[in-house]
Every structure is written in C-alpha cells, then in structure tokens.
C-alpha cells in the first residue's frame, strides 16, 4: 500500500515536470521596468514568443543619433549575456556525455564569452526605438531562436579556428542541447 502511494506520487510529480517544461517554449518572460513607455511594453508584448528580447535605455549622451545607437546596444548586450549563459549550459551539458577534457572546455567556453561580447548579434532586429516625456531613449531588440542558433554556430567556428593548437574541440557541437537550453532560456527571461 505504501509502494503503492509513493508510485502514485512519482508518476504524478513526473508528470508534473512534463507538462511544464512542455509549456515553457510558449512562455517568454521579459520583465519590462516600470518606466517603461508604452511603445517599448507593446514591442515586448508583440514579439515572438520564441525570442530572446533586450531591453536598452540611456539619458543625457548628447544627441539623439548616439542617444538610440547607446540604447540598442544596450539591449543587444542582455541579449548576448543570455547567449552567454546558454553556451555555459551548452557546453556542461556535451561535457557530461562526452569524453572532452574540462580543461579544453574551458578554454572553448572563455573564447566563445570573447567572441559574444564582441559581436554585434548580426541576426538580431529592432523591434522598437522610442524616447520619453523624460528624454530617456529606449529599446527593444529581438533575437529569434533561427538566428540565436545561427550566431551561436558562427561563434562555436570561430572559437574551433582560434584554437588550432588545440583539435579536441575540432569535434565539438554544443549545439546539440540547444532548443532545450533556449526554450529555457525564453521561459526564465531576462532581468533589466
């Protein structure tokens, strides 16, 4: 009887996590400040539900042409943090089914960091560019998971070809865990 209740709990609580990691590619979670202006809550609230979205703001740089190119920046940089944070997932997940040395993967893992924080997410789209009452300038900018996937490929090459001494990682695809590790991502979304 006990087995019994216990088994019943097991499959209840597995079903549980099945559903709802089910359901968290559907759900992007983007927490917009309460500053915000309404166009940038709208170009949120209208984006693909499968998209990595950043969120920029500055005052007081001058003019208006630096005011908004600070602004996408900015949005691209949460962005390529969050790209950052699923290589690192990425990359400990290949690791744990494969043979790849930790410290190979380490070196791999801090030449992609590099390379993300010194590109410029070709992929991505500005979905919104707006100033406020405040003369704030903000914006939104989108990454979908076709050209998330892209740049991180890109990026994976580039690291391979920076390491030639090193032709372990010539096999590696981390690649392989990355509609799990983005819909994750997407689910858990990005703090502003």
Known sequence: M???????ILLMAVGTALLLSSCSSFINVVVVPKDAPKEVKQAVRKAP????????????TGSANLSETVAVARARTLISRQLNTMVRDMISMY???STLDPSAALAFEENITVLLSESTLIGSTVL???????NTYWAVV????????????RI???????????PIVNNVDIT?????????AVSEGAQF
């Open 142 to 153: 989108g990454l979908t998971k076709k050209e998330a996937k892209i740049e991180i490929e």
């Open 2 to 8: 006990k087995t019994r209740k216990i088994k019943l």
């Open 95 to 97: 690791q744990a089914g």
């Open 128 to 134: 919104c560019q707006t100033k406020d009452s405040s």
């Open 176 to 184: 392989i865990n990355f509609d799990n590790v983005f819909d994750m």
């Open 156 to 166: 994976q090459n580039l690291a391979k070809q920076r390491m030639v001494s090193q």
């Open 49 to 60: 539900n499968s998209a990595l979205i950043g969120i920029g703001k500055t005052t007081g």
